[in-house]
């Protein structure tokens, strides 16, 4: 079943910052161990400051263990409810920070309620929207548009070597907003759809993957674990 895993730590290289919990949900185990565990193993000499790591059913999503987290991670929990939704929205007008990994109708709608929800500080360049019947979302390819600063800067020259043999399927369309700032945008696929949004306000962070991590093979890239830890930074 879905759920959302409480962690002592974001899923990155170094501790978070005064070793508080980021929280992370995925739809089904075999995705968790198949992605997660990827970016979350840790050294020896960094387990000490960090606890065990924690799942909470998505339907019951427990305010007190949510609440201290510097970072909630959204990877496909499922359509939520609207008291979770009210959750998340308020951790964004708080300042946390949110990673979602979307790819279905239940994510559009996720997002849709959850930017709702959290009032004008987030404004996305882009809607995201489930494709329409019949669209081919097979075999996708990847650019990044933004090469010389945000996440993908970290890669330098080796980026198109990286990117290339990256493939991708079962990803959402996206609708350009009027008004919204195209810079947000880091990376596309092939068509024009947004692949990576980045957008915040003066108080919080949101990005967005638009991506189905079991239907790609990113978590299999060398690049993976560092772009994941460039997002969760």
């Known amino acids: 079943s879905s759920g959302f895993r409480a962690a002592p730590s974001c ?16 739809h ?6 198949g992605t997660w565990p990827r970016v979350t193993r840790e050294r020896p000499a960094e387990s000490a400051s960090r606890k065990r790591i924690t799942r909470l059913d998505t339907e019951n999503l427990d305010r007190q263990v949510v609440a201290p987290a510097d970072l909630v991670i959204l990877d496909h929990p499922g359509r939520l409810s609207g008291e979770s939704v009210g959750l998340l929205a308020s951790l964004l007008k708080r ?6 990994f979307a790819s279905d109708n239940a994510d559009a709608v996720n997002l849709k309620l959850l930017l709702e929800s ?5 404004k996305l360049p882009v809607e995201f929207q489930p494709p329409s019947p019949g669209q ?21 020259d080796n980026l198109t070597a990286l990117v290339s043999p990256l493939r991708f399927s079962g990803a959402l369309t996206s609708k350009k907003i009027t008004g919204g700032l195209e810079d947000d945008v880091m990376a596309t696929y092939a068509d ?6 980045v957008a915040g306000s003066e108080e919080s962070s949101l990005a967005i993957v638009n991506a189905d991590l079991e239907h790609s093979n990113l978590p299999a890239s060398p690049m993976f674990v560092p772009l994941m830890g460039e997002l969760t930074r």
């Open 11 to 26: 899923p990155r290289t170094t501790p978070s910052r005064e070793g508080r919990p980021c929280v992370t949900s995925s």
């Open 28 to 33: 089904g185990t075999s995705r968790a161990r």
């Open 95 to 100: 300042g946390k920070g949110m990673l979602v």
């Open 118 to 122: 959290a009032g004008a500080g987030i």
């Open 136 to 156: 081919d979302r097979r075999n996708l390819l990847l650019t990044a548009k933004r090469r010389e600063s945000g996440p993908f800067s970290v890669f330098g």
């Open 192 to 197: 024009g759809t947004a692949f990576l949004v």
